[in-house]
């Protein structure tokens, strides 16, 4: 992570936030033994609808309080199937029942039907979402279209699209937002703001809301005793309370309530849509929903222009690689045949510098270091553990701070040895591109009053400037794929020539 390294890994990725037994104040929730349907758990506002004590409650079958012909609708859903949410009423007040079958319980949670909805009003509206994103060209179109439907749409205060990288920080690259308020477009938030089973279980439940960041959150009792010892997993249930820790971090951000859903691609999160409101929000689950397949259109849009941007870029790479392949062909001269002329191996990725290391000679095109250290260089990449024989990084100083003295030139390499002799190389450069690097709040190492082995959320999210040096642009896959192909094209040629050479000096 480039997040300052005074910031410890804590324990914070240990919370259990699936089984913490709270809801949010604005639903109800039901457990029962799915075979036999008594109920083991509830919300202890449940007596709001029941008009009964928690206490009493538990114990008794769902039958007392839903009709029989509901009850059999669930009878057969297998294991982690949600139900389809039906309206039920409680003294004339209309809720939604969403019901799910996790982990041998059957639970049920309740939530208001304030206006009469139409599950289906969404579709016109959701048909029109999904040409408009097909209309759009790049990703960064993608995002920001998706940033302003949803706030046309759902009237968040700011709606942020949020992207991970290779660590899990993460940066806000779409936003729309109310006027008055301060953007934090381009601002990067680090790794730990979402701890990885936070991550994990947000994977899984695609969309979330938290209704009300300030209401105090339900506790649910249990039938047998405590439920902390014996506790209902509410890993995909709408209305588990988040983390306290969470909680503090939205109220430090003054956050009134959020919407959140996860951009997927591939099966891990791409990055998040986050959006925030100043004061409370419940969105219908019907709406949630909706959101969530926006979500899922803008992610499969992602994933198709990524693939074809790649598509690109390796076809032209292969046009390339086989005109040098010609030319070195041509007169057997694999060193020169690289390195002069028109093409040379530089054209084969977007690198500043690149040289060939062949049987003890070198050859070098572009910006390198000198010869010296780049056989200084090579020497210590064959003596590295690798995989694959092959090499690639965008701050060679973090892995050999002997070398961060090439940054100017080289802080990227990317060297493919021949064979798994590693004396004989391909090697490309990239210099030192320095960047300002906006953190949405300097790092303070804050530990909880009550944990003292647990770092808190951060007060501040001022933004925070670092200049990061010695780092290069990154290597896309596609570079790495072309110089590995052009490393295979070679080494048959190199081989050939090998034999030939040694037929003539015998
Ligand atoms: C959860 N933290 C989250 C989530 C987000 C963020 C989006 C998921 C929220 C959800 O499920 O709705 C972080 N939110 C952000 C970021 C932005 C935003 C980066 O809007 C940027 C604009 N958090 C901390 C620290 C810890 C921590 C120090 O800052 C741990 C000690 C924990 N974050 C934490 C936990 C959760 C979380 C435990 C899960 C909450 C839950 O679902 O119960």
């Known amino acids: 992570?480039?997040?300052?390294?005074?910031?410890?890994?804590?324990?914070?990725?240990?919370?259990?936030?699936?089984?913490?037994?709270?809801?949010?104040?604005?639903?109800?929730?039901?457990?029962?033994?799915?075979?036999?349907?008594?109920?083991?758990?509830?919300?202890?506002?449940?007596?709001?609808?029941l008009s009964k004590d928690s206490t009493a409650v538990l114990g008794e079958k769902l039958s007392a309080y839903f009709e029989d012909n509901l009850l059999r609708k669930y009878s057969d859903l297998e294991d982690q199937e949600k139900a389809i949410p039906q309206k039920v009423e409680f003294n004339e007040k209309a809720f939604l029942l969403i019901a799910h079958h996790y982990a041998g319980n059957l639970i049920f949670e309740l939530e208001p039907l304030e206006t009469e909805e139409?599950?289906?009003?969404?579709?016109?509206?959701?048909?029109?979402?999904?040409?408009?994103?097909n209309a759009a060209e790049s990703e960064q179109e993608m995002c920001d279209l998706t940033a302003s439907l949803i706030k046309e749409s759902y009237d968040y205060d700011r709606v942020m699209i949020y992207r991970f990288d290779e660590n899990w920080d993460g940066v806000v690259v779409s936003e729309e937002k109310e006027e008055h308020m301060e953007s934090w477009l381009g601002?990067?938030?680090?790794?730990?703001?979402?701890?990885?089973?936070?991550?994990?279980?947000f994977l899984k439940q695609g969309v979330r809301i938290i209704a009300d960041v300030k209401s105090q959150s339900v506790a649910i009792h249990?039938?047998?005793?405590?439920?902390?010892?014996?506790?209902?997993?509410?890993?995909?249930?709408?209305?588990?309370?988040?983390?306290?820790i969470h909680i503090e971090y939205l109220e430090n951000m003054e956050?009134?309530?959020?919407?959140?859903?996860?951009?997927?691609?591939?099966?891990?999160?791409?990055?998040?849509?986050?959006?925030h409101h100043n004061t409370p929000k419940f969105i219908s689950y019907y709406?949630?929903?909706?959101?969530?397949y926006l979500t899922q259109v803008l992610s499969s849009r992602i994933i198709l222009s990524t693939a074809n941007q790649a598509l690109l870029k390796?076809?032209?790479?292969?046009?390339?690689?086989?005109?040098?392949?010609?030319?070195?062909?041509k007169d057997w001269d694999v060193l020169n045949g690289l390195t002069t002329g028109d093409y040379t191996m530089l054209e084969v990725t977007d690198a500043q510098g690149s040289a060939v290391l062949l049987d003890g000679q070198i050859r070098m095109t572009g910006e390198t270091p000198d010869e010296d250290a780049i056989r200084k260089l090579v020497k210590a990449l064959s003596l590295a553990d690798l995989e694959d024989n092959y090499y690639y990084s965008n701050a060679l100083g973090k892995d050999f701070e002997e070398f961060e003295v090439l940054k100017s030139k080289a802080s990227g390499v990317l060297c493919v040895f021949l064979s798994s002799a590693r004396k004989d190389a391909l090697i490309w450069f990239k210099a030192e591109k320095i960047k300002t690097v906006n953190w949405a709040g300097k790092p303070e190492k804050v530990m909880s009053p009550d944990d003292d082995q647990r770092m808190s959320p951060r007060k501040s999210f001022e933004k925070w400037s670092v200049l990061q040096e010695a780092h290069s642009e990154p290597w896309q896959d596609y570079e790495i794929a072309a110089a590995q192909?052009?490393?295979?094209?070679?080494?048959?040629?190199?081989?050939?020539?090998?034999?030939?050479?040694?037929?003539?000096?015998?």
């Not at 956050?255 to 959006?275: E, H, N, P, R, Y």
């Open 1 to 49: 992570s480039l997040y300052p390294k005074e910031v410890t890994l804590t324990n914070c990725d240990k919370e259990p936030i699936h089984i913490l037994g709270k809801i949010q104040s604005c639903g109800y929730l039901l457990a029962a033994a799915f075979e036999s349907q008594i109920i083991k758990y509830c919300s202890e506002n449940i007596a709001e609808l």
């Open 118 to 133: 139409n599950p289906y009003e969404h579709q016109i509206y959701l048909s029109k979402i999904v040409s408009e994103l």
């Open 187 to 201: 601002l990067r938030y680090p790794a730990s703001d979402i701890p990885q089973q936070a991550r994990k279980l």
């Open 222 to 244: 249990a039938l047998s005793g405590n439920e902390q010892e014996n506790p209902v997993d509410l890993t995909q249930s709408e209305l588990r309370a988040s983390s306290p």
């Open 255 to 275: 956050v009134g309530a959020t919407m959140t859903a996860a951009i997927i691609s591939k099966g891990t999160l791409w990055g998040l849509i986050a959006c």
């Open 287 to 292: 709406k949630r929903q909706s959101c969530k």
């Open 314 to 329: 390796v076809n032209e790479s292969a046009v390339l690689r086989n005109k040098l392949l010609e030319k070195i062909s």
């Open 485 to 506: 192909a052009l490393k295979q094209d070679i080494s048959e040629i190199i081989l050939e020539k090998y034999e030939e050479v040694k037929l003539l000096n015998s």
